[in-house]
């Protein structure tokens, strides 16, 4: 079964500096995609960036770029010039392509200090 | 696009009542619907996956006859927490995907609150 890890439970960053999520999955599959999903306090989970495993070329949404490490199983997310309202949970997340159900990381709470 | 609604998005019963949660997909058509639980300070744990016209499949530990769902329509799924107890008190979360999109990823209602006294 494939499962995903989030080491930090807990990441603080300054307004406007840069913060690194860490993640890493296993799988078999050579073929697969990734997600962050985004929860701020209002609970509501927002898919904030995708990478499928064949591109080699890192995704980038705005500020958000992901460093995806294939070999080493590894999917970090970061974020340039944080902002107060990037302050929220944030989920990994791997789907399963035989279901399409989700499997999520633990989460990192992420704060932004003013 | 891709946007999921949940209604209602909080509410109270009391102890032995059962409540109705609704699961929209506003603007596609959505074959499966997944239904999670979600603990403060925790991550998701999937419920349910409900399919169009089909019986939902659960995940194990996950009572059936308690948490029942029903995707009736291509836009509409229903968990009814049946004889409810203090302790199905929790944050209930809908998804859907986008039928055909191989890339699989889901859309998240809002939520809904449940308390249950």
């Known amino acids: 079964a494939q499962t995903v890890t989030q080491s930090q439970p807990e990441m603080s960053v300054q307004e406007a500096e840069t913060v690194t999520l860490s993640c890493t999955y296993d799988?078999?599959?050579?073929?697969?995609?990734l997600f962050w999903y985004k929860q701020p306090p209002s609970r509501q989970m927002i898919l904030v960036i995708r990478?499928?495993?064949?591109?080699?070329q890192n995704a980038t949404e705005n500020r958000f770029s992901v460093n995806f490490q294939k070999a080493a199983k590894s999917f970090s997310l970061k974020i340039s010039d944080s902002q107060l309202g990037d302050a929220a949970m944030y989920f990994c997340?791997?789907?399963?392509?035989?279901?399409?159900?989700?499997?999520f990381g633990e989460g990192t709470q992420l704060t932004v200090n003013p | 696009g891709a946007v999921v609604s949940q209604h209602p998005s909080w509410v109270i019963c009391k102890s032995g009542t059962s409540v109705k949660i609704e699961c929209r997909s506003l603007?596609?058509?959505?074959?499966?619907m997944f239904w999670y639980r979600q603990f403060p300070k925790q991550s998701l744990m999937l419920m349910a996956t409900s399919n169009e016209g089909s019986k939902a499949t659960y995940e194990q530990g996950v009572e059936k006859d308690k948490f029942l769902i029903n995707h009736a329509s291509l836009t509409l799924s229903t968990l009814t927490v049946t004889s409810a107890h203090p302790e199905d008190s929790s944050f209930y979360i809908c998804s859907a995907r986008i039928p055909g999109r191989t890339s699989y990823e889901q859309y998240f209602g809002p939520g809904t609150r449940l308390t249950v006294t």
């Open positions: 997340a791997y789907p399963e392509t035989s279901g399409s159900r989700l499997t």
């Open positions: 799988t078999s599959e050579s073929d697969y995609y």
């Open positions: 603007d596609f058509q959505a074959t499966t």
């Open positions: 990478q499928e495993a064949y591109k080699q």
